[in-house]
Each structure stands twice: as structure tokens, then as C-alpha cells.
């Protein structure tokens, strides 16, 4: 059928900014289109509530507070929200278009997933919801069809906080429970709350279909799968799929225990120890698609690629259905349904009832049924007391804490966390040893208390600036470092012989016993200026703050060089001391350098030299020679490029030119 004709919103211009261009998902809550966000010129996806919905202003101030609880997540495998609005009758959400598919379309198609690739699914969705359960906000709706398979690869969780809205609609009341009834944990039917840990279930029930195609629980009515959430155990997926390895055995039934506290207390804990469960799969094996196991049956939804979950329900009573629902008949929808018709054993209450009866009219079998229960006690008190009643503690060490301790949970001990201790060859939030430790025989349901590791012991360098070299020695080895390299380094601002810095530098820590660097201050040093002309080293060295006497001499050298000076080069010295400079006037027979005075040309041959200030010390070096000089390179104050040079101007080929940096 064309939706073109039979939909009016396509074509349409939605709050004047969001021209709707198909519909590309539809259900019984909501449609979802593809349109074009005007303003931004980016194609979005805005899912429109259905009118029935719309209609109900509970729902609406419901929706439009989770609209903007999940508008302020950020986070790269959730599916981001816009903007919410209405225009007229429509009540909508914009949101980032994901081009791809749904989890349950990959079901579809290839039945159950290897074990490694079923946990990479999984990853990316325990980080969403992390970050959801973070921000205070649950999900209450996890299933396949709200996972998103981007083309490029990414993985996209949506429909946060749908469900909830739902909760504030006229169309529900006290004693409903609400979500997806293949999905949905214990406490959500028992009661209809939900938390973090219930979305936990949810995820563990999704992995377990990835690794074996199929869900944990059938029957025939939804009630009848319910009744299984509530009072039967998750399988082992190894049960059905004889490769997947006892690891993911263990991390699916930690995240489906039937009791609450002891799963997974939210998403990041799942996180942390499906992570570890990965690392520890090997890399080689099945990477073949799998056939889905006899009698699974799989959704053909019909979705367009892209599509997002449309969420929603239908109106007929007593099933309210949210989503384009897939796989194992009504357990793959999102539904409301009335807890009171949650069967209380597994004969139905109208068998109870009837047995009821039956007794009534037979009360003679009271006698009977006593006798009965007599002989099974005394039957049952023979099996228990010949049963042994201590286990082996099993060998943890190594183990993330997390699954450690569900494991732990599995075996029957009532688990205990301790005080982590250091340690160098454990790593962080690993089991570093059990109380009692591996191999003890104890009473079963026996306290085991699990020692994390908190990873090698490590110590902030403590501040030794302006400190001897002795006093810096005695302080680091006080907090249980040791002294590494020691080397020295010119400064005008620490004294002699004191520490100028370390390396690492304050406060980074260092693993105990770990090295630290330490600089000492060689104090200030007298740069060698001899070489330089007098107006450059004058005004370096009152630039420095040092006090300048100028005398001159008869020299050969160059008339305004510097041909000496006190202190020499490398002196220590003090700030602002007096600097006695050796000027040369030239040679005393009154013979001058002419070509400098640009009034007669110079004898013999010359050469420029290239006036190199300013360039990197390299580059300045590589010309000098290049032009026929000899370099001869003076540090000044410790730049790579060249501060000053001299001589200048004309030069014999061959000329020693000396630049400092």
C-alpha cells in the first residue's frame, strides 16, 4: 500500500521546520518518518505519537519531561534527541536518523551469533545504558528491536523512557505491569517497578538469545511466560548451544538471578565484567553465520532499513503492544497487562480451584494426603541428612572481582568484598586472595570473603625545590622513593647546589620504590660575550642587570669588538655584580678597516657574511659554512635559534664566525 496516499502527515511541513518525507516504521504508539530538518539542513527521524496518546495530557506532560531527561544524554551508542514539540494534534520527537538495522532483523537473519560477536553486540549497549543509569534514568524496555545496527557499524540503543510515559496514560492503572514480556524481570511482573538492575535482565536475556536464537522461555499465552520469569531460572545458554563457554554461562546468570540484589547492580557493572568475559574469549574459532535451532521462530517485521523502533501500543484489550515486535509470538512486544492474571502455579488457578473442590467433596483424603506428606518428610529427611554438607572454596585468584563474586553467588556462598590490598603482579580490581582461601573445605552457605587487588602501591614525589642535594635525598627516600639521574642545569632564580625540579615532576605518582630525577641549580653563570660587538654585549648584559665598565684597547681584532672581559665565561656569579669589558680599537698604527666605511673597496678577497640572526641554530650553521666561514656556536641563553653573531659585515674567506644561541 502507497503511505504516500494513505498518510497525511508525508509531505506535510511539521511545526514549520520538519518536512516530513515517508514513513519508515509504524506501531501501535507511535509512526516513525524520515524528514528534513529545514533550519539545519539534516535529515532526522521524528516519531510521531499516535492521536489517541496525544490526546491524553498526562501522557503528554509524561512524555515531554522524558523527552528532556533523554535529550541530555550524551553518548555515542544512544540515539540521540533533538528537540520535542506539537504542532496541533501531533505530539512528536526529532532524533538523530540512523541508517542500518535492528538487532532482531540480525536474529532474523542469522539465527544465533558466535560468542565473541554476541558480546561485542552486547558491549556497546551495556555502555549506553551505564551512562543512562548514571543520569538517573532507566530504559524499562530493553529488547533487540530497540537496537540499532548502524551501516558504518555503529550500535544505537532507543526508546528511553517511553515506557514510563506510558505509565502516566489514562490508558493504564494500578496493578498493570508494563514492557516487554520475554524481556521483562521478575519485579517488573511481581510489581511493576523497575531500576537499573531490571534493565541488567533484560540485556542478559538479549545476550542469551544472541548465543543461542532463541529466548529462555516459551508458552502459550504471555501470562504463561511470566510465570516462567518469575519462578523458574535462566537456562545455561551452554544447554542449548553445547560451544558457548562456561564464562558466558556464568555472566548470563548473574545478570538474570531472579533476585534483584544479587545482579549486576547496574549496567557498569555488567559492563565491567562482560568486558573481562571478552577478554578472556579466544580470538580464533566459529566465525561462520549460524542456523537458528529447530522450532525458532523468526520475526519478518518488514522494517525499513534504518527504521527506528516505533515504541506504541494497540488498543484492543487485554494486550496493549508497543514496537514492531519480532520473534517468539507476543513475547517480543512491549505490553500492559494486568498482574492479577499472573498464574500462581503452573496448573492455573481454575486447576487450584478445582482440587479445592475436590477435597471439599472427598474429606476423607485429608487422612490420605497426610499420610502422604508424612512419608515424603521422612523420605526427604533421610536424602538431606545423607548428603554432604561442605563444598571446596574454588580458586578465584586472578578473576575480575565482579565475576568472582557471581560466581562465588552460583556455588552457594554468601559473598563478602574486603579491603583492597596492594599488590604488584595482580591487577587492579582483581582477586587477590579468599578468606578461606582455594581448596578449604567449609559448610556450604558459608561467608567467603573476596580480596581485590588494588594494583601496585604507588607515591606522589614529594617537593624538594630549593633544597640541598642531601636534604632532597634523605626527603624522597622518607616516602619510599629513591633518587635516579642528577643533573645540573644553569638557573638565575634558584641558588647553587639546590634542587631546581624533579622528574616526574610534584605530585604524579610513582610506583613504591620507583626512581625521581632530581635537578640541581648550577646558580648563574657569567655568559662569554668575547667575540661580540660592543653595542650588542653592552646591552645584553644591562639587560641582564649587570653593571658594565667599558675599556678599550689597541687591538688587531675588529674596532667595537669585545676581546675580553671580568668575570670570564662561565663564572658563577651574582645578580648585578660589575662586568668589566675589553673593547678593541683597532690596530694601533691607525690602519682601519675602510670597506666597513664603504669608502674604498677591501683588500685582498671578501665575503659577506650572511646575517644569520634569528634563524634556527641548524639553518644558521649550514649557511655560514655554505658562504666559506668557519662556525664556532656560544650558548647564551639556551635557544635553539641565533640570538647574536659577529663578526659582520666583510670577511676573508676561511673567517671563523662565531653566533650564540
Known amino acids: ?78 540515539v540521540q534527541v533533538f528537540d520535542q514539540g506539537t504542532d496541533g494534534a501531533n505530539v512528536y520527537l526529532s532524533m538523530e536518523y540512523v541508517p542500518g538495522r535492528t538487532l532482531r532483523d540480525v536474529l532474523s537473519e542469522r539465527g544465533r551469533l558466535p560468542a565473541r560477536e554476541a558480546l561485542e553486540m552486547v558491549i556497546p549497549v551495556l555502555a549506553a545504558l551505564g551512562s543512562a543509569h548514571q543520569a538517573g534514568l532507566i530504559h524499562r524496555d530493553v529488547k533487540p528491536e530497540n537496537v540499532l545496527l548502524a551501516d558504518d557499524g555503529r550500535v544505537k540503543v532507543v526508546d528511553f523512557g517511553l515506557a514510563r510515559a506510558i505509565e502516566a496514560t489514562n490508558q493504564t492503572k494500578t496493578g498493570m505491569m508494563i514492557g516487554t ?116 521462530r523468526h520475526s519478518t517485521t518488514g522494517q525499513h532499513p534504518g527504521a527506528h523502533s516505533s515504541g506504541g501500543f494497540q488498543a484492543p484489550p487485554p494486550l496493549v503492544y508497543v514496537g514492531e515486535g519480532a520473534g517468539g509470538g507476543s513475547a517480543g512486544h512491549t505490553m500492559i497487562q494486568p498482574r492479577s492474571e499472573l498464574p500462581t502455579d503452573a496448573g492455573g488457578s481454575a486447576g487450584s480451584a478445582g482440587r479445592a473442590g475436590f477435597l471439599r467433596r472427598r474429606s476423607n483424603w485429608f487422612v490420605i494426603g497426610l499420610a502422604l506428606v508424612m512419608v515424603a518428610g521422612i523420605a526427604f529427611s533421610g536424602w538431606w541428612f545423607s548428603q554432604s554438607r561442605t563444598v571446596t572454596v574454588p580458586d578465584l585468584v586472578g578473576q575480575n572481582i565482579v565475576l568472582a563474586k557471581q ?32 581448596g578449604a573445605e567449609v559448610t556450604k552457605g558459608s561467608v567467603l570473603t573476596l580480596i581485590p587487588s588494588a594494583g601496585p602501591e604507588t607515591i606522589a614525589v614529594p617537593d624538594v625545590a630549593n633544597l640541598s642535594e642531601a636534604e632532597a635525598r634523605a626527603k624522597i627516600a622518607e616516602v619510599g622513593l629513591t633518587v635516579g639521574r642528577v643533573s645540573k642545569k644553569e638557573s638565575d632564580t634558584v641558588p647553587r647546589d639546590q634542587v631546581v625540579g624533579t622528574n616526574p615532576s610534584v605530585g604524579k605518582r610513582v610506583k613504591k620504590g620507583g626512581n625521581v630525577n632530581l635537578v640541581i641549580s648550577l646558580g648563574l653563570l657569567m655568559p662569554d660575550i668575547t667575540g661580540m660587538t660592543r653595542d650588542e654585549a653592552e646591552k645584553f648584559l644591562r639587560d641582564k642587570g649587570f653593571n658594565v665598565q667599558i675599556d678599550e684597547t689597541a687591538n688587531d ?99 671563523t664566525i662565531t653566533i650564540w644561541h
Open 181 to 296: 514480556i520475554g524481556y521483562m524481570s521478575p519485579e517488573q511482573v511481581t510489581t511493576g517497578q523497575a531500576d537499573a538492575r531490571s534493565d541488567v535482565y533484560g540485556v542478559g536475556i538479549m545476550l542469551f538469545e544472541l548465543l543461542t536464537g532463541r529466548q529462555p522461555y516459551e508458552g502459550e499465552s504471555p501470562m504463561s511466560v511470566a510465570y516462567q520469569h518469575v519462578h523458574d531460572s535462566v537456562p545455561a545458554p551452554s544447554s542449548i548451544a553445547a560451544d558457548v563457554p562456561p564464562s558466558l554461562d556464568a555472566l548470563v546468570a548473574a545478570a538474570t538471578d531472579r533476585d534483584p540484589a544479587r545482579r549486576p547492580a547496574d549496567a557498569n557493572a555488567m559492563l565491567i565484567a562482560a568486558v573481562e568475559t571478552h577478554r578472556g574469549l579466544p580470538r580464533t574459532g566459529q566465525t561462520g553465520q549460524h542456523t537458528a535451532p529447530h522450532g525458532v
Open 557 to 655: 681584532a675588529q674596532p667595537g669588538t669585545v676581546i675580553g672581559q671580568d668575570p670570564a665565561g662561565g663564572t658563577p656569579v651574582e645578580a648585578g655584580i660589575e662586568v668589566r669589558l675589553t673593547v678593541s680599537k683597532g690596530p694601533d698604527n691607525g690602519w682601519h678597516w675602510p670597506w666597513d666605511n664603504n669608502d674604498s673597496e677591501p683588500p685582498g678577497e671578501v665575503v659577506v657574511v650572511p646575517d644569520v640572526r634569528f634563524k634556527a641554530l641548524k639553518d644558521a650553521t649550514r649557511e655560514l659554512r655554505a658562504a666559506g666561514f668557519k662556525v664556532k656556536t656560544r650558548k647564551l641563553v639556551g635557544t635553539r635559534r641565533v640570538i647574536q653573531e659577529s663578526p659582520s659585515g666583510h670577511q676573508p674567506p676561511g673567517s
Open 407 to 438: 560466581a562465588a553467588l552460583k556455588d552457594g556462598f554468601e559473598v563478602k568484598v574486603g579491603k583492597a590490598r596492594f599488590d604488584d603482579k595482580v591487577e587492579k580490581d582483581n582477586v587477590l586472595d579468599t578468606e578461606p582461601g582455594p
Open 1 to 78: 500500500m502507497d503511505t504516500t496516499l494513505s498518510d497525511p502527515l508525508i509531505g506535510q511541513l511539521l511545526d514549520g521546520r520538519y518536512r516530513v518525507e515517508s514513513r519508515i516504521a509504524r506501531g501501535g504508539m507511535a509512526s516513525v518518518y524520515l524528514a528534513l530538518d529545514v533550519r539545519l539542513e539534516r535529515t532526522v527521524a521524528v516519531k510521531v505519537m499516535h492521536r489517541s496518546l496525544a490526546e491524553d495530557p498526562q501522557f503528554v506532560r509524561r512524555f515531554i519531561g522524558e523527552a528532556k531527561s533523554v535529550a541530555g544524554l550524551s553518548h555515542p551508542n544512544i
